[in-house]
């Protein structure tokens, strides 16, 4: 029996009756991580590691029915014995272990392999059958070392406070947006976050992760001259909206996985673009499956036709799932899915 299947509402485990991340309303719901293309409203029930608790009932309400669980602690549930392991994607993120008659499953969620301090770092987990991401599943995709994204960010602020320019980032409000700000140099000037982010700060902050002092942008007014040296961090759909106004003359930026390629970053039309991603990028898709030891492969979203072939060219047993899954980098190109 397949422990796991696609089914309208999502990804289901028959034996245990439950579902991973739907993207439909369901009765029970396992999640991976808050983003909004895993974690939706609607479900009666739902369970998810602790570390993820804060941030779930930020995003879909204080009053969801959550049941939470440790890193690494196990429970069984008709026959199932289900576990969370750090993913290293976002701030309580995590790969799904189910257990059943002697097979092990995991399901990844979304990962990345370089540990960056706002959450706890991907963990490779053994099993039988392992359900991964592909969203940066093409050889294209490698990633530089986070430092040296990190260093660019600070020598583009200075550089535009030099010139009397505000610095304006866009990136994703939840993770990537944390991850910068805890990777910046917070001594070359004052930081101001848009009003989807800061909230999200605090939530951070509240979970011990080490994060630069920030403000509400918006309390700043227009012609404050510290506009001048700060970083200003925004959700890209900021981007040409009448909140820009405020900032007077500035240099914009993009940090995205999807900056590697020349097409998005022409299209987003900003002054810079960092490639930075939450996401692991092809050698570390090879490399996580690889450490799982797993002889079958389930491959979800993203470029999953190039990342199946490659594996069955590996001799692994891969094949892909279809799923509503989406991007949570922000104005991807919209790989297809391909069905091997």
């Known amino acids: 029996m397949e422990l796991v299947i696609a089914r309208p509402e999502g990804l289901y485990c028959p034996v245990g009756d439950f579902y991973i991340d739907p993207w439909r309303p369901v009765e029970r719901s396992v999640i991976t991580h808050a983003h909004g293309d895993h974690a939706r409203t609607g479900n009666r029930h739902y369970l998810a590691s602790s570390a993820s608790a804060a941030i779930l009932r930020a995003r879909l309400g204080p009053d969801i029915?959550?049941?939470t669980l440790p890193y690494g602690q196990r429970l069984p549930h008709h026959g199932v014995t289900l576990s969370f392991?750090?993913?290293?994607?976002v701030l309580g993120s995590a790969q799904i272990r189910l257990e059943h008659g002697g097979?092990?499953?995991v399901a990844s969620g979304d990962y990345k392999?370089?540990?960056?301090?706002?959450?706890?770092?991907?963990e490779p987990v053994r099993c039988h059958t392992f359900i991964t991401e592909s969203t940066f599943g093409l050889p294209i995709y490698?990633?530089?070392p986070q430092a040296k994204v990190?260093?660019?960010?600070?020598?583009w602020w200075q550089a535009n406070a030099r010139a009397g320019k505000a610095s304006v980032l866009f990136c994703y409000a939840f993770g990537k947006a944390q991850r910068i700000l805890h990777g910046i140099d917070p001594s070359l000037g004052p930081i101001l976050c848009h009003g989807a982010v800061e909230p999200l700060n605090r939530v951070y902050r509240e979970a011990g992760v080490d994060l630069p002092?920030?403000?509400?942008a918006a309390d700043v007014q227009k012609n404050d001259p510290l506009l001048r040296q700060a970083l200003i961090i925004a959700p890209p759909q900021a981007g040409g909206s009448s909140w820009m106004r405020r900032f007077g003359d500035y240099s914009d930026g993009f940090a995205s996985g999807w900056m590697r390629l020349r097409g998005p970053r022409r299209r987003r039309g900003v002054d810079r673009g960092f490639v930075l991603s939450d996401h692991a990028d092809w050698p570390g898709l090879l490399w996580a499956i690889g450490q799982t030891g797993a002889e079958r492969v389930k491959v979800t979203h993203g470029a999953v036709g190039t990342l199946v072939r490659h594996l069955r060219e590996q001799g692994l047993d891969a094949q892909a799932f279809s799923t509503e899954y989406?991007?949570?980098e922000d104005g991807s190109p919209a790989i297809a899915q391909v069905q091997p």
């Open 65 to 67: 029915n959550l049941q």
């Open 85 to 89: 392991h750090p993913a290293g994607h």
């Open 103 to 105: 097979e092990v499953w």
């Open 113 to 122: 392999i370089e540990a960056d301090g706002t959450c706890a770092p991907f």
């Open 142 to 144: 490698r990633w530089q």
């Open 150 to 155: 990190f260093a660019d960010i600070n020598r």
């Open 213 to 216: 002092p920030t403000r509400y």
């Open 326 to 328: 989406g991007d949570d």
